[in-house]
């Protein structure tokens, strides 16, 4: 008995904070290239880096997802194909909805993002 009132209190606890204790997602990253962004569909390919490299994967891009370089919040229009990115990620059936991403401070897309 005791037992089933902390799993009910415990599911009520994440019920009203939002998360499901069965469909809690966990997220992932994946790290690569931008090959494609799609502001109309907001949508973003990028394809793998190392052993990931023959792997290329499409995000959905939401308004909580955030953008960044360092600490500069960029917006999806101001990614280009070619920048290195890693990017925070849930999947959400066959969906891989992004979280975060990380655009990769080199020298060139620094001073490129810079100058927004």
Known sequence: MRSMVVAFTLGA????AGVSPVLAATSRDFSGEIRKVDTAAKTLVVKGLGPASTKEMTFQVGDGTKTMM???TLTLASLKSG???KVTYVDEGALHKAQRIE????KTGAAKHMSN
């Not at 606890?13 to 009203?16: K, Y």
């Not at 655009?103 to 080199?106: C, D, G, K, L, S």
């Open 13 to 16: 606890f994440l019920a009203l």
């Open 70 to 72: 360092g600490v500069k």
């Open 83 to 85: 920048e290195q990115v």
């Open 103 to 106: 655009v990769e401070q080199a």
